[in-house]
């Protein structure tokens, strides 16, 4: 009701958003106790204000959003005071606005996804309050009340830390990318690639699934809203075609999965991973290349496997696009996207700068269409899209980023993530292997609850060090946990990309879980075998052997996707299951040199 009456001013809203953050990437250097406020400034209408409805919810909403602004725009104003206080709150009347603002964002991320990150968030603030009082090596020495708050909120060590940094300068511009591309005809070139490259294959319809949803998915970063958008057209097409619904569920839940791991964007965690490592997100973009095709290779072989049981048709050629409407409609992709990798790759400007040409690439682009060519009036009416989707997407990461960095910053003033660290390597007895299952189980239970994103960040602040105190890398580390991060998307008792799509089709979701878990086998696999075959990441350095590395691993995970669901006596299939496994895990690929 709210969004309905007032879309004019949500529309400006999202206008000023886009802005607002173009605009830091051009104007230079600025604050980080100027920016980073600004940016929770404007995602705090888009919590409190646009879910709104009644005059109670709409007075709470917009009290709670004054209030969150008023302290936000506090701290902009005062940067340089506050620069000099080293973190140290000094009146009463700064404490109340570091509890107001710690509040706020807690609530922010409960209304934006739910309860447990913010309890997650809550009991690590109680910690940091109370923590001293815990008997063993669990406490902690305690830190002034002033000093603790006042590290969180008006110093870089909570919520103003590196990662919001990371989604004012990186993500939110990445976000109004891929909202300028979805307002216009891109998620439709999508499927026509899809449909015509294919659609007249066996099992095409579900092959169209699984690389409309890599495509999508790579600027979406949501295995939801991939599937919300892309099964809307897929899931009916293979329902039409009489393909299995479990099958028909299964395919779009684990096509809509692998496009978090899908560059060039791969959702918000690439750019997260940039921040936590300091690796650049070019090399972060090469070394998950290969992993996300074999994953995506899996799949397609076991959609084969599937049609060796039974029939599973092509689409009808009445159903696949004319070459004129394939190239037409691909443009409104291709086009930003080359503009994207050019600048980024060809040119050497940084991938903010890259993205925000990109998006006034495709800002062009929503005034054209496919049939009709030029019109401005639905031009407009695709901005004003953008403008909507940008806000709420901005909004939704944001809200999870900041309750991240109060987690985060507790974990950093008491030295629980150390401590944290040295129980995992106590509990896996100093062994690699142990580690990362308990770091894998970990991921596992986090992300039934928490978006992927916020559960790579957790995990990996507590378990990174660990893993790489044990010999790995911190850019592998952090691709094994940002991998096993997803596992939830179709691994149940949780499992919202399968409980989304077997709702679609009317499927029992548990028989839809068990066949997306065959048919994304690699989401198991692959980031162990990353462990085990090193240089399949190295593909920026050493080429030759990361092609060798994803050769072999190519043929394991088509024997075991073939092992798992294709047609084979119980003999075939348990040599062609423990064949493959042993070629990833005892046969490793190490790189040269």
């Given at each position: ?11 400006a ?9 173009l ?8 604050p980080?106790?100027?920016?980073r406020?600004?940016?929770m400034?404007?995602?705090?209408p ?6 709104a409805?009644?005059?109670v ?15 936000c725009?506090?701290?902009a104003?005062n ?8 973190g140290?709150?000094e ?9 107001a ?6 609530e ?20 940091g ?6 008997p ?11 000093s603790?708050l006042g ?19 990186v ?9 300028t ?20 294959l ?22 939801s ?27 779009e839940a684990?096509?809509?999965s ?17 921040e936590?490592t ?5 090399q972060?973009?090469?070394a ?29 050629k ?16 291709l086009?930003?996207?080359?503009v994207?990798?050019?600048l ?19 800002a ?7 049939q009709r060519?030029?019109?401005a009036?639905q ?7 953008t ?11 944001g ?11 507790v ?8 401590k ?16 990362l299952?308990?770091?894998a ?8 609850e928490?978006?992927?994103?916020a ?8 378990a990174g ?15 094994f ?11 149940p ?7 989304i ?7 029992n ?8 878990m065959?048919?994304?086998v690699?989401l ?6 990353m462990?085990?075959n ?9 080429p ?35 064949g493959?496994l ?12």
């Open positions: 009701m709210t969004e309905i009456s007032l879309r004019p001013l949500w529309v809203l999202g206008l000023l958003t886009i802005a607002a953050h605009g830091l990437v051009f104007y230079g250097l600025v980080n106790l100027v920016s406020p600004l940016h400034a404007l995602l705090l888009w919590v409190f204000l646009l879910p409805n009644g005059r919810q709409i007075t709470i909403g917009l009290a709670l959003t004054v209030v969150g602004v008023a302290c725009l506090w701290i104003f940067h340089r005071a506050l620069r000099d206080q080293y140290f709150l009146s009463q009347a700064q404490v109340w606005m570091a509890v603002l710690l509040a706020l964002t807690i922010g991320a409960r209304r934006a996804i739910g309860w447990p990150l913010p309890l997650v968030a809550a009991a690590m603030l109680a910690y309050l109370w923590g001293q009082h815990l063993g090596e669990f406490g902690h020495s305690g830190t002034p009340l002033r603790f590290t969180l909120t008006i110093a870089e060590g909570g919520l103003w830390g590196s990662l919001t940094g990371v989604s004012v300068g993500v939110a511009i990445f976000v109004i990318f891929g909202a591309l979805n307002a216009g005809e891109a998620g439709r070139g999508f499927m026509n690639v899809a449909a015509a490259a294919a659609g007249r066996k099992g095409g319809a579900a092959k169209v699934s699984v690389l409309s949803s890599a495509l999508f998915g790579s600027i979406s970063g949501s295995a809203a991939n599937v919300a958008s892309t099964g809307a057209v897929t899931l009916p097409a293979m329902t039409r075609l009489g393909y299995p619904k479990r099958l028909s569920a299964a395919v684990v096509a809509s692998g496009g978090q791991i899908m560059p060039p964007l791969m959702g918000a965690g690439a750019f997260v991973m940039v936590l300091g690796v650049p997100y070019t972060i973009m090469l998950a290349v290969l992993p996300a095709f074999l994953y995506f290779l899996a799949v397609w072989v076991g959609i084969n496997a599937w049609a060796s049981r039974q029939p599973l048709p092509g689409l009808p009445d159903q696949r696009p004319s070459r004129r409407d394939v190239a037409v409609t691909s443009a409104f992709f086009v930003p996207f080359t994207l990798l050019w980024m790759f060809v040119s050497g400007f940084t991938p903010q700068y890259a993205a925000c040409v990109a998006t006034f690439t495709g062009g682009l929503l005034f054209f269409d496919g060519g030029f019109d009036r031009g407009t009416r695709r901005l004003a899209e403008a909507l989707g940008a806000g709420r997407q901005i909004a939704m990461i809200s999870i980023i900041l309750c991240a960095s109060i987690i985060i910053g974990l950093g003033i008491t030295g629980l993530g150390v944290l660290t040295s129980v995992i390597l106590s509990g896996s007895g100093g062994l690699l292997w142990p580690s299952l308990l770091t189980l970990a991921c596992l239970l986090l992300g039934m928490v978006p992927t994103t559960a790579y960040v957790i995990c990996v602040s507590v060090p660990a893993l790489t105190q044990l010999g790995l890398s911190p850019l592998l580390a952090h691709l946990v940002f991998w096993f991060a997803l596992l939830s998307t179709i691994t008792p949780v499992c919202g990309a399968v409980f799509a077997a709702g679609m089709v009317g499927e979701w548990l028989k839809v879980a068990i066949t997306a065959a048919l994304g690699g198991y696999v692959i980031p162990l075998g462990v085990a090193p240089a399949l990441i190295g593909l920026a350095d050493e030759a052997t990361a092609a060798l590395a994803f050769g072999k691993m190519g043929l394991a995970l088509t024997a075991l996707s073939w092992g798992l669901i294709g047609k084979a006596s119980p003999l075939l299939r348990t040599i062609l299951i423990a493959s042993a070629a990833v895990f005892l046969a490793p690929v190490a790189i040269t040199g």
